[in-house]
């Protein structure tokens, strides 16, 4: 049996970049859990089907094939806005449950992990997870590493735009009614306001060989 790392925390803490190299260092397959909600922002944009309408929503979730999950267009702004929107729809998560849940049986046949990040990964999908790490870091700090990773590609880019849209999506993990984003039971917090990329990632792996 494969063992699971759950990593949670939210928008722009790091936890692709940490779960892509905890993946790279053990061989093992991983899951962005936020990439299900943004295919189903990206096809109910592409139907062009109304997004209030749950059983449109439910409809996409059929479309989802996990192997085609890299598409650059699910992270237009737009895909952002809709995916982080359509997340608080209780029967949405409900069916992404089973799809999640699934994750680890059928990918990485020999390997000893699984890693799924996300926000609801340790208190929801998977409550009794090997290990449950809970990622943070201060929204303006967030914000500053964002807009310095976005000014390298366009060039142009604007810092308070970037904390705002970090603040509402913090506002709408937190405090939506189903799975809001917050520590599961038995998590591991490890703040990375004022550690690199790096010592984050030597910090997760000290956890992960003493549990
Ligand atoms: O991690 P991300 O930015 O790709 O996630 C896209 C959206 O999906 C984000 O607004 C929050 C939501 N999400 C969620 O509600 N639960 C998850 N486990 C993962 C993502």
Redesign the pocket.
Known sequence: MKKIIAIDGP?SVG?STLAKKLAKKYSSPIL????L??AVALELIKRKSNPNNIQNILKCVDCIDLNKLDSKELYSSEV?KL??SI?SKKKLRNKLITLQRNFPKEYGNSSKFAIIE????GTV?FPDADYKIFLWADAKIRAKRRYKQIKKIRKKASFKGILNEINA?DR??LTRKI?PLMPATNSVLLDTSYIDIEQAFNALKKIILKI
């Open positions: 928008a936890k962005f859990s936020g990439k909600y943004r952002d995916s982080s997340s996300g926000r609801d990964i999908i999506r709408k993990d799975a």
